[in-house]
C-alpha cells in the first residue's frame, strides 16, 4: 500500500525520499510548503505534532492498521524495521546504526542548519558570531565523519539507514561552505552513495 510522505525539499525530507527509493516502497508525496506556514496547518499537526517535516502515514502500519510517524529518524528506524533493509537485524551490528543516526540527528544537521540560518542573514553584526560558532561545530562534525569513513565504505559498515540520514545533510554541503576536498573520505562515501540509482531517484522526486 502507497505510503505518504509529507515532506519538503530540504535536507530532513530527503532523507526519507532516499529511503523509500532505496527501499522500493511506493509512496505519494505530499508537500508541506514550509516557507508559507503550512507546517501549522491543524491536519498536518495531527500527524506531527512538533510542527516539522517530514512525516509518513502508512495505511499498513503494525497489524494492518493505519500509523503516522514523525521526526526523520524514527521514520527511518520504522522503514528499516518495516522492510528488513538497511537495518541489521543482530543487536550487536545494530548499535553503530543507532550511534551515527543519533549523531546525525543531535549534531549533523542542528549544527549546520544554524549555519543556514546565520548565512542568510542581512548584517553582518548578526552573523558574524553565529557563523563562527555554527562554522567550526559544523567543521568538527565532518571531521568526525571523515575520520569514521577512514578504514569503512558506510558509517555503520554495510549500509544503513544512518547513511541516508547523514546525506540528506551532506547534500546541503556547499550552502554551509564545506568543501569535501578538505574532508576527502566523506566526498568518497558521498559520491558512491549519490551514484546508486534509489538514491539519484530519491534526490530527484519532487517534494516541492
Ligand atoms: N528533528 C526533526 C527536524 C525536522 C526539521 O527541522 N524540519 C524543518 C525542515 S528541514 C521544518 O519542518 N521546519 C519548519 C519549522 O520549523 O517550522 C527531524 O529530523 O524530523
Do not use: C
Amino acid at each position: 500500500m502507497t505510503i505518504e510522505l509529507h515532506a519538503w525539499n530540504t535536507p530532513n525530507g530527503r532523507k526519507i525520499s532516499v529511503a523509500l527509493e532505496e527501499m522500493g516502497l511506493p509512496y505519494k508525496v505530499f508537500p508541506v510548503n514550509i516557507t508559507k506556514g503550512e507546517q501549522m496547518a491543524p491536519d498536518f499537526l495531527a500527524i506531527s505534532p512538533n510542527n516539522k517535516i517530514p512525516a509518513i502515514v502508512d495505511p499498513d502500519g503494525p497489524g494492518g492498521k493505519r500509523v503516522s510517524i514523525f521526526e526523520s529518524g524514527a521514520i527511518l528506524l520504522y522503514l528499516g524495521e518495516k522492510t528488513g533493509k538497511f537495518l541489521p537485524g543482530p543487536l550487536i551490528e545494530r548499535i553503530p546504526v543507532y550511534e551515527w543516526l543519533m549523531w546525525q540527528m543531535g549534531g549533523f544537521g542542528p549544527m549546520p542548519g544554524q549555519v543556514h540560518h546565520f548565512i542568510a542573514l542581512e548584517h553582518e553584526q548578526d552573523r558574524a558570531y553565529g557563523l563562527k560558532r555554527y562554522m567550526a561545530e559544523t567543521r568538527r562534525l565532518y571531521g568526525v565523519l571523515d575520520r569514521r569513513l577512514a578504514d569503512r565504505e558506510f558509517v555503520a559498515g554495510p549500509l544503513s539507514v544512518a547513511d541516508f540520514a547523514i546525506l540528506g545533510w551532506a547534500w546541503r554541503h556547499e550552502r554551509h561552505k564545506v568543501s569535501f576536498a578538505d574532508f576527502p573520505n566523506v566526498g568518497r562515501w558521498y559520491d558512491a552513495l549519490m551514484a546508486r540509482p534509489g538514491v539519484k531517484r530519491g534526490m530527484e522526486a519532487k517534494l516541492d
